[in-house]
């Protein structure tokens, strides 16, 4: 595809944003940190590695085990007529790669005359139940239902093989979802091609498998998401909820169309049908009944159609005109469809501003919107989009986007609310959005005011370059205000500025998002000071060099027990020489922060300049743990010196506040207690719920 001039000019404006940041980057961090985030920029974005599918090795029947449970949390159900060397295949992948929960497998056989007969007896703690007479697919499944002992019913066809954690991956839907009363995996040929990811459904009756012969590695089909059916054959549901409904429909006996209904009758009883991309089935599909619709079991499929659009006439008034190909937009109406954009791929485990973001989507997705995040960098990131996508939402990456605007081009059009995070990436998009997304409102996220951090560090360095190059930072941060609908900022203080700056601005608050963590150890287990923040933020840099130079000697003197525990992705040099004091350890980047948030004494926040919420704080105080912090630090977050936590500003009176805090076990409780109640009123899910409400369920645009 040529380049248009919407490419170009989003090239040019990306590039004049890059060497922006460049130079302020080299007088802020200096040559060896600029270099890195250079090399960053400009890495080769690798595609996510396909895994390899699994097939158990063909062999000679002999006898094996499969995994049994007399309380099993999910009894899979197998109806097999026949087949018995798929049924083999099925019941060793099974065997070979056997799930975390427990369970109980149900061969149901429905007047086999292979070697069914004779070798499913010999499958240790295989259920094997034959039944009298032929009766087909639903006859077999209800049979099935009727003998399992577990809280789920797990329905699996004898031609597929299971991929490893399939079965956990589907139950786990249920433990994270809300509502969820039917969930489906993804299906695949064996040529790794994909079968179906969730069904569309039309308004005749007629269906349609989602994504067939595309790649199941598109982000179209590699979340989670709401669907009209799954497929029967992989698909999970409460016991108590199938059995509610009557099990399967036995109006389309002998088979076909008893899924969809299913899944319409879930609906209709106020429950949600989900499909499950992390759990991935091989479907040999057309084994046990043939793909011909003319003749034999296929054929009921024909039949089936009428009868299902009789029974769900009325439902199927809301579904898509027969005939219109799905895409990624249709399958996602009527809910809200909300596009968010920033720089990279959310990593919690990394940063404040990531877990605020996932947070937001997380909270947009409860709200029934259907969620849509573009990396501007485009890269997929194995954790980062992996998080996304069991959230539920719509993660893209190349090699499946490749350029933005051609991205934007496609899918603009579907998008209800547009969200730009931070100014630089705004900059670079707004323009697209506004061409291809005309329709929808548009949020500019500023995460925080970048301009008022770069000017309090430029005065705190008395750097006349730096200070004018915070200016121009605001001049373009405003820019971008005036031209959104709605602009975020992380809290009331710099709501304020801006009122009073920029009075014709819409400006809405939404706080760094934590869940309240549970209590760690008490006071007397505790022990040490840490400290967490990335190092790319040149705020925590200046920071942790203050505090290690100039707070902890007096501490260490005092009290040489104590040892400062310093976590952080990047630490450049500087404060990697840190470590030649003694008592002071630089950990890095620490993949679970838990152990430190739960076991040291005091966390400390000695920022000297910055702007926002600083999550760092909420991290600790969503645990339990006090904090000692500056002014600065606890700018715009609701809290008192003395009763939620410890400010000091000037290095004795740091270090004394410190060791107040460290050793007084009364005054410890009495933060810990307080800094929770703080994250819940100010900084929880739930306190920001009215706000994303409020912001993003508007449609249209303003003014």
């Known amino acids: 595809m040529s380049m248009s001039w919407a490419d170009v000019r989003f090239m040019l404006e990306r590039a004049r944003g890059l060497i922006r940041r460049g130079v302020a980057s080299l007088r802020m961090r200096g040559v060896g940190p600029t270099w890195a985030r250079v090399r960053r920029q400009f890495a080769r974005s690798a595609p996510p590695s396909a895994v390899p599918l699994y097939f158990p090795p063909a062999s000679a029947f002999a006898p094996f085990a499969v995994p049994v449970s007399d309380t099993p949390r999910a009894s899979i159900v197998i109806p097999v007529y026949n087949q018995a060397a798929h049924t083999l295949a099925c019941l060793r992948a099974l065997a070979e790669h056997p799930p975390v929960a427990t369970c109980e497998i149900l061969v149901i056989d429905d007047g086999s005359s292979d070697e069914t007969g004779e070798w499913?007896?010999?499958?240790?703690?295989?259920?094997?139940?034959?039944?009298?007479?032929?009766?087909?697919?639903?006859?077999?499944?209800?049979?099935?239902?009727?003998?399992?002992?577990?809280?789920?019913l797990v329905f699996l066809n004898n031609d597929t093989v299971p991929q490893p954690g399939w079965l956990d991956a589907l139950l786990a839907t249920f433990d994270t979802q809300a509502g969820v009363g039917l969930t489906g995996a993804q299906l695949v040929y064996p040529d790794g091609r994909l079968q179906e990811a969730g069904g569309v459904v039309f308004d005749d009756?007629?269906?349609?498998?989602?994504?067939?012969?595309?790649?199941?590695?598109?982000?179209?089909?590699?979340?989670?998401?709401?669907?009209?059916?799954?497929?029967?054959?992989?698909?999970?549901?409460?016991a108590p909820v199938f059995r509610d409904l009557g099990g399967f429909d036995t109006r389309y006996a002998p088979?076909?169309?008893?899924?969809?209904?299913?899944?319409?009758?879930?609906?209709?009883?106020?429950?949600?049908?989900?499909?499950?991309?992390?759990?991935?089935?091989?479907?040999?599909?057309?084994?046990?009944?043939?793909?011909?619709?003319?003749?034999?079991?296929?054929?009921?499929?024909?039949?089936?159609?009428?009868?299902?659009?009789?029974?769900?006439?009325?439902?199927?008034?809301?579904?898509?005109?027969?005939?219109?190909?799905?895409?990624?937009?249709?399958?996602?109406?009527?809910?809200?469809?909300?596009?968010?954009?920033?720089?990279?791929?959310?990593?919690?485990?990394?940063?404040?501003?990531?877990?605020?973001?996932?947070?937001?989507?997380?909270?947009?997705?409860?709200?029934?919107?259907?969620?849509?995040?573009?990396?501007?960098?485009?890269?997929?990131?194995?954790?980062?989009?992996?998080?996304?996508?069991?959230?539920?939402?719509?993660?893209?990456?190349?090699?499946?986007?490749?350029?933005?605007?051609?991205?934007?081009?496609?899918?603009?059009?579907?998008?209800?609310?547009?969200?730009?995070?931070?100014?630089?990436?705004?900059?670079?998009?707004?323009?697209?959005?506004?061409?291809?997304?005309?329709?929808?409102?548009?949020?500019?996220?500023?995460?925080?005011?970048?301009?008022?951090?770069?000017?309090?560090?430029?005065?705190?360095?008395?750097?006349?370059?730096?200070?004018?190059?915070?200016?121009?930072?605001?001049?373009?941060?405003?820019?971008?205000?005036?031209?959104?609908?709605t602009t975020l900022v992380v809290s009331p203080v710099e709501r304020g500025m801006l009122s009073t700056l920029l009075p014709e601005v819409h400006v809405e608050v939404v706080a760094n998002l934590h869940e309240i963590a549970a209590t760690g150890l008490p006071f007397e287990q505790r022990?040490?000071?840490?400290?967490?923040?990335?190092?790319?933020?040149?705020?925590?840099?200046?920071?942790?060099?203050?505090?290690?130079?100039?707070?902890?000697?007096?501490?260490?003197?005092?009290?040489?027990?104590?040892?400062?525990?310093?976590?952080?992705?990047?630490?450049?040099?500087?404060?990697?020489?840190?470590?030649?004091?003694?008592?002071?350890?630089?950990?890095?980047?620490?993949?679970?922060?838990?152990?430190?948030?739960?076991?040291?004494?005091?966390?400390?926040?000695?920022?000297?300049?910055?702007?926002?919420?600083?999550?760092?704080?909420?991290?600790?105080?969503?645990?339990?743990?006090?904090?000692?912090?500056t002014s600065c630090a606890v700018e715009g977050m609701h809290l008192t010196d003395g009763h939620d936590v410890l400010v000091a500003d000037e290095a004795d009176a740091f270090a004394e506040a410190v060791l107040r805090l460290y050793n007084d076990a009364a005054l410890w409780q009495r933060l810990s207690d307080h800094g929770r109640e703080n994250i819940a009123h100010h900084f929880s899910m739930e306190a920001a719920r009215d706000t994303v409400q409020r912001v993003f369920r508007r449609r249209g645009r303003s003014g």
């Open 527 to 629: 022990h040490d000071l840490v400290f967490v923040g990335g190092f790319r933020h040149p705020p925590n840099v200046d920071a942790v060099r203050w505090f290690g130079r100039h707070v902890f000697p007096a501490i260490h003197a005092r009290q040489p027990q104590i040892r400062f525990h310093c976590i952080g992705m990047s630490p450049p040099a500087e404060v990697l020489a840190l470590q030649s004091q003694p008592g002071i350890v630089v950990h890095g980047h620490v993949a679970d922060v838990g152990p430190y948030m739960d076991g040291a004494r005091v966390a400390i926040a000695p920022l000297r300049f910055g702007a926002g919420v600083k999550g760092k704080i909420n991290l600790s105080m969503a645990h339990g743990q006090p904090v000692v912090a």
């Open 205 to 238: 009756g007629s269906a349609w498998n989602y994504g067939r012969f595309d790649s199941p590695d598109d982000p179209r089909y590699a979340s989670m998401r709401d669907t009209d059916y799954c497929s029967g054959a992989a698909i999970a549901i409460p």
């Open 255 to 485: 088979a076909y169309y008893e899924d969809t209904d299913l899944a319409f009758a879930v609906r209709a009883h106020g429950l949600r049908v989900l499909y499950q991309p992390a759990s991935r089935v091989v479907h040999l599909e057309g084994i046990t009944s043939g793909t011909d619709t003319g003749s034999g079991t296929k054929a009921y499929q024909v039949r089936n159609r009428e009868v299902f659009a009789a029974k769900w006439k009325d439902a199927l008034v809301r579904q898509p005109p027969a005939g219109n190909m799905p895409t990624a937009g249709s399958v996602a109406r009527p809910r809200r469809q909300v596009l968010v954009i920033d720089a990279e791929t959310p990593r919690p485990d990394h940063d404040s501003a990531s877990l605020r973001l996932v947070n937001l989507m997380r909270l947009l997705v409860e709200d029934d919107a259907h969620v849509v995040f573009l990396p501007a960098d485009l890269r997929y990131v194995d954790a980062g989009t992996g998080r996304l996508r069991r959230h539920g939402i719509e993660a893209w990456h190349a090699p499946f986007a490749t350029r933005p605007a051609a991205w934007l081009r496609e899918h603009g059009p579907r998008f209800d609310v547009v969200m730009l995070s931070r100014h630089y990436v705004a900059a670079e998009f707004l323009p697209l959005v506004r061409r291809f997304a005309p329709q929808a409102r548009v949020v500019f996220d500023t995460v925080d005011l970048h301009f008022l951090r770069e000017l309090r560090g430029a005065e705190l360095a008395d750097d006349a370059h730096l200070r004018r190059a915070a200016e121009r930072t605001r001049d373009r941060e405003f820019a971008l205000m005036r031209q959104a609908d």
């Open 120 to 152: 499913m007896p010999q499958v240790a703690g295989l259920r094997y139940h034959r039944r009298s007479a032929n009766g087909g697919f639903i006859a077999a499944c209800n049979d099935g239902a009727a003998l399992a002992r577990g809280d789920y």
